[in-house]
């Protein structure tokens, strides 16, 4: 199974069926905390939901095209991240992750998604990982900005969450910048 040790506490796993209801559980716990963001929350009212989703992300990551990992802290599934798109011509991971609240303001995400960064650029080959964040989703922001992303402009107006239009900033690292921070 695919799985990787961050820390005594903390690992990734390639999210599996097994995980659904666990998913699901810490989903439905932290629905009015993710729904400011996340625009799926309504769509997702079981765990069968959940598992749909799994499945069709393995599919993806059959073809190469995604890479979904469980966050677990201590044994328990903390949260979500991954490359929720691979564009594999162009080489380039698009960056997704959310976390229960009781999870949030420890840093985890920030390590785990050092950790995806990592596997993009030296297991798939990626040039470049993006992420985009809702421009007022500062704590979203803040993760690409502690990584040391470069901010690269702006795309406005291009998701609706709930009743609002967000925009999106634009976060870009490229393999060249990746290996000049080792
Ligand atoms: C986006 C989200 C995952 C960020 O969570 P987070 O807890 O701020 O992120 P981290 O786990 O990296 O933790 C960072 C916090 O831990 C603190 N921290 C403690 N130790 C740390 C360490 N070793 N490294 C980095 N940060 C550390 C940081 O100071 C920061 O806290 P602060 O905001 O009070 O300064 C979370 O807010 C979330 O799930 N939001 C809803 C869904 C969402 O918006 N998803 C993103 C859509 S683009």
Redesign the pocket.
Known sequence: MFYRRISEDLQVALTLPQHAEALFDLTDRNRT??KA??PWLDATKSASDTKRFIESNLESFAKGTALNEVLLYQGSIA?VLGFNEIDTFNGIGQV????GEAY????????AVADLIQLGFQDLRLQRVEI???TE?W??R??PE?LGFQHEGTLRNVERVGQRLHSHAVYGLLRSEFQAKD
């Not at 997704?96 to 976390?99: I, P, T, V």
């Open positions: 905390y993710l963001w996340l949260g997704g992750y959310w976390l949030t303001r420890r840093g985890l995400m920030t390590v985009r964040c809702a989703n704590r979203s803040a993760i502690r």
